[in-house]
Each structure stands twice: as structure tokens, then as C-alpha cells.
Antibody
Framework: QAQLLQSGAEVKKPGASVKVSCKTS????????FHWMRQAPGRGLEWMAWLNPNTGGTTYAKKFEGRVTVTRDTSTNTLFLEISSLTSDDTAMYYC???????????WGQGTLVTVSS | DIVMTQSPDSLTVSLGERATINCKSS????????????LAWYQQKPGQPPKLLISWASTRKSGVPDRFTASGSGTDFTLTISGLQAEDVAVYYC????????FGQGTKLEI
């Protein structure tokens, strides 16, 4: 099992950027891909991106390509999600998760609330 | 993008009864090379992150009660919860991972 600890809540103005972190510890399941998903208040889940920890490769939902960047710092086992050109539509709870569909395993961060308001 | 559509949007079921949630994809999620459907089900309780229940359309995650069963292939899938318990109140989501993942809109299950 892995533990995923996300950074704290953020309040940003429209047009700004935000960088959310997700520190992993413990023993991630071999085969985990690390996903970022978000959930606007009262809304459903929206998948944003994933990172393959074996290759460092990333894949983004078309909607977020060019505006969202997922990176990692292997020295601290930390993942990052950076979103630029924020609008009020980006107000949401952001989740990181390690998921391995082959073994039906998952671990989740606690979520980071990002509020975009002028 | 593959569009996932769940039905119903909400569902009220009595304790001990059965709940059935449907999920339809805009294209087949079946990959013939490995004979698998790239479909997962998640449960999200209020104020909590989601949790994976099922992957590959019907493979239950370890520790998930066997009252949760899932079936289907291609474009039509079903999650069934038998013997409903109070702790099953949640929103349930299907997700395809055949291509870049997408979720259904969710089904709110109440008692």
C-alpha cells in the first residue's frame, strides 16, 4: 500500500497558475500509474492526466493539453500538477491517485481544494 | 473521446434490496488481443475520495464485498449491489480506460 499526501488548499485569482503536490510513501503497487482527477463542487469526476512512473511518460485529457503539466521529483517521491490560466471553472477538489487496473489496486490522496476567485 | 453514459442518475433502494446501475460507452471497450473490457467502477462516499471497486468490467478489488458484482462487455455494462446496506450509500461512477480515461456522470444511490 502507498500513502499519498497532497498539499493544502489554494486560493488563486483568474489568470494565475497553481501547482499541487502529491507526496507518495510506502510501497506503491508495482504497475501503478499515477492519475490526477478533479471534481467541481457538486459535480462528477473528471479525469485529467496520468503519469507512468516507469517511463516518466504522461498522457493528458484533450481538454487539458497545453494548460496542464504533470511532473515528478523522483528524489522526494513527489508528483506535481500545474494548471495555468486559471478560471472560475477550475474551482474544484483535485485528487491524485495511484491505480493499477491489472491488480485492481488503488490508493488516493486526500484531495486539494483549489478555489479561483477574483 | 469515448463518452460514458450512466443510468439512472439517481436511485433509491430499500435496505436488503438490489440496486442496478447501467453504464454505456460510445464505442466498444473490448480489446480482442487480451480478451478484456477496459471498464472500471468506483464508489465515492460523501466527503471522501473515490475508491476503485471493479476493474476489467468484472474483477472485484480485494476486500470489496461480494454483494458487489459487475458484468457486461463491449459497450454495455452493469454494476449490481445485492442485499443493500446503509454503508453502500454513495455515488457510483464507471470509467473507461480503453483510451484516455473518461468517467460516466455518476449515479447517486440512496436508501
Amino acid at each position: 500500500q502507498a500513502q499519498l499526501l497532497q498539499s493544502g488548499a489554494e486560493v488563486k485569482k483568474p489568470g494565475a497558475s497553481v501547482k499541487v503536490s502529491c507526496k507518495t510513501s510506502g510501497d506503491p503497487v508495482t504497475g501503478y500509474f499515477f492519475h490526477w482527477m478533479r471534481q467541481a463542487p457538486g459535480r462528477g469526476l473528471e479525469w485529467m492526466a496520468w503519469l507512468n512512473p516507469n517511463t516518466g511518460g504522461t498522457t493528458y485529457a484533450k481538454k487539458f493539453e497545453g494548460r496542464v503539466t504533470v511532473t515528478r521529483d523522483t528524489s522526494t517521491n513527489t508528483l506535481f500538477l500545474e494548471i495555468s490560466s486559471l478560471t472560475s471553472d477550475d474551482t474544484a477538489m483535485y485528487y491524485c491517485a495511484g491505480v493499477d487496473f491489472w491488480s485492481a489496486s488503488d490508493d488516493w490522496g486526500q484531495g486539494t481544494l483549489v478555489t479561483v476567485s477574483s | 473521446d469515448i463518452v460514458m453514459t450512466q443510468s439512472p442518475d439517481s436511485l433509491t433502494v430499500s435496505l436488503g434490496e438490489r440496486a442496478t446501475i447501467n453504464c454505456k460507452s460510445s464505442q466498444s471497450l473490448f480489446f480482442s488481443s487480451n480478451n478484456r473490457d477496459y471498464l472500471a467502477w468506483y464508489q465515492q462516499k460523501p466527503g471522501q475520495p473515490p475508491k476503485l471497486l471493479i476493474s476489467w468490467a468484472s474483477t472485484r478489488k480485494s476486500g470489496v464485498p461480494d454483494r458487489f458484482t459487475a458484468s457486461g462487455s463491449g459497450t454495455d455494462f452493469t454494476l449490481t449491489i445485492s442485499g443493500l446496506q446503509a454503508e453502500d450509500v454513495a455515488v457510483y461512477y464507471c470509467q473507461q480506460y480503453y483510451t484516455t480515461p473518461t468517467f460516466g456522470q455518476g449515479t447517486k444511490l440512496e436508501i
